[in-house]
DNA sequence: AATCAATCCCAAAGCGCTTTGGATAAACCA
DNA sequence: TGGTTTATCCAAAGCGCTTTGGGATTGATT
């Protein structure tokens, strides 16, 4: 059932029926009820397609989700940030269109988004330090908003971020506080955005407390499982190891909690560990009480809320750019307890 | 840059600057260059809503996937799924549209992508014991693909799935082969087709070996950590607790794992512990030697042959319904050993 | 009774592409 | 030579919608 064959059957002109459909006033309630009856009744649904070409719009958002070319992975994170976005695009009538692309060419595919005029705006993920592609979505004029930061990046843009250092010198004073002087970092790669600020934030901690940061125990990685335990054994090797531990990712984090354990020693006595976490849907920090001491903000809200701007810079392109920080919620779970004596 | 201005660009007709663009026969060689390059050089995309419109074809594929209500989840599977699919598309030149959605209101969804227009066929996810979406997308006649099957739909339909039962009759069946006569039962949700199938093999397995299934110890829900967790420290309380337990998931495994591990016990010696392995990037069961006794198989391969199923199905509408099922690889990892031995 | 302003509706153009049904010129055949 | 292919190209229609620029009809106003 098209517009055509609609109006048709309801004996009015296409123009009339179209604007009973979209709330236009030059339609009488009378009409307006009669059109909106027979569209339910025919389950007659406008073509997107159609709407498109006419309006210029395309009523569609682009996500470019990049690919880890290293590790060919995608981010845990996503499926709940997109979650988030996708309840927000259902109400306002939005679909959403996903590219999975090498992170090496990106920009390719925003240039033929904004080309082939598939969508009216995109969500970028996963910041980079310096990243140029905020600079070619304003020169190719896409609207666009940015979930996390550029550090390096000069004019303003919209972007909704955790407040990453503050979290992380947070997860790291924590540990101060419990007397621990040696304390690891195990970090997302530090080409992204978010782990700069995390690392700055740990150092930041470190420096306060008069403690100097050691490199030897600091690594950056993709934030997997293996990651996290991998370098955990490798670090509890140390001449000096650490008592505790920084951590990114709550995924590293159990790898973590495992590398300590297949060492012999106990989370939360003889290594505390801290970490950052996500909130995902299926990976809950424990129950009642937290497994880890852990930050938290939940990223599917951030998915939710990032659309919610975009939406709002496409309805209104002329306004400026909305910036959005949180600050992530402290948890005191099991995984942390005061430092060992030294014997 | 549209069709309009660069066929004038070119001192050609629209007509013969399409048709040198698809590769129709009509146009001589030397014009085809000249247009290629032309394109090349304006940088000229045809938009894919005007195609769309023109063909009929929308060039999209549409992924509707389930948010659980009841736990407002994402299964974890699904970004790795995509990201393979993904893949095929790019190749093809498809765009991908996300709907995620509560699970209820499904079949709404896909009459609306049918009779907006807005894909030419879908990846249906989550399959259910007598789903009945593959009988409304036969009523549709909108083209689909599911990943997994559907018990008690008569009609033949395209589907792409792993062997669940035998990896589960297997799994079941080497925790016997070590001596353990308990063993439990954490699977997923038994509304989901998959799991109902893992349970069909793990009772068979031990039916098989003269034992009798207890519904005391098999348990099923949402595969979160947590539940994973929960389950386990539950069942080691069982008056006659299991000294095997067969998982349904990699990450509810890691729960059982930390499970026995608060219980005051060690996996792969008080309790063996075997799980199905999705093979998600960021968390591999282990690194040389797998943390996990597990039947494998890549859930992104799936993603990359359903899409392509999908794209063939699309292309010939006449072809018979493909199925493919894949037999999980099974691999051995630390979370074995022998039964204890009764004291 | 004539005028005016609302009110309600419509025809037709246009969005950017594909595709049908020729037209033209060059090449071929008898 | 004239007629027939063949190779190239083009004009125009059409996909399903929105939107511009009126045209009737009605009721109120003078």
């Given at each position: 059932m098209n517009l055509k064959e609609l109006s048709q059957n309801l004996g009015l002109s296409q123009t009339t029926v179209s604007r009973a459909l979209n709330g236009?006033?030059?339609?009488?309630?009378?009409?307006?009820?009669r059109v909106e009856q027979a569209a339910a009744k025919f389950n007659y649904r406008p073509s997107n397609r159609a709407k498109g070409l006419a309006?210029?719009?395309?009523?569609?958002?682009?996500?470019?989700?990049p690919l880890s070319t290293k590790h060919e992975m995608v981010n845990p994170i996503f499926g709940d940030f997109i979650a988030g976005a996708g309840e927000t695009y259902a109400r306002e009538g939005y679909e959403m269109t996903l590219s999975i692309v090498d992170d090496q060419d990106e920009a390719q595919i925003y240039s033929g988004l904004k080309s082939k005029n598939s969508v009216d705006g995109?969500?970028?993920?996963?910041?980079?330090m310096n990243d140029n592609r905020i600079t070619l979505l304003q020169?190719?004029?896409?609207?666009?908003?940015?979930h996390g930061r550029v550090s390096g990046c000069e004019t303003p843009y919209p972007w909704l971020d955790v407040n990453n250092r503050s979290a992380f010198r947070q997860l790291t004073k924590y540990l101060?506080?419990?007397?621990h002087r040696r304390i690891a970092l195990i970090n997302g790669l530090e080409v992204m955005d978010f782990a700069h600020r995390r690392r700055a934030g740990y150092e930041a901690a470190l420096i306060d407390a008069g403690l100097s940061p050691d490199p030897t125990i600091m690594r950056s990685d993709e934030m997997t499982e293996e990651f996290g335990y991998e370098t955990t054994r490798d670090v509890l090797q140390h001449p000096d190891p650490p008592t505790g531990?920084?951590?990114?990712s709550l995924i590293s984090a159990i790898g973590v909690r495992r590398g300590i354990e297949d060492a012999g020693l106990k989370m939360g006595q003889d290594v505390s560990v801290v970490t950052?976490?996500?909130?995902?849907?299926?990976?809950?920090?424990?129950?009642?009480?937290?497994?880890?001491?852990?930050?938290?903000s939940s990223v599917r809200d951030a998915g939710r809320h990032l659309a919610q701007m975009l939406l709002q810079a496409i309805a209104d392109p002329d306004q400026l750019p909305q910036t959005t920080l949180w600050d992530a919620e402290f948890v005191i779970g099991g995984s942390t307890g005061p430092a060992p004596s030294k014997d």
């Open positions: 236009y006033p030059e339609v009488s309630a009378k009409t307006r009820q309006t210029g719009k395309s009523y569609a958002i682009g996500h470019v989700i995109v969500v970028v993920h996963g910041p980079r020169e190719l004029g896409l609207p666009f908003v940015v101060i506080g419990l007397g531990i920084v951590c990114s950052h976490d996500d909130a995902l849907s299926y990976l809950k920090n424990g129950g009642k009480t937290p497994i880890f001491t852990a930050t938290r």
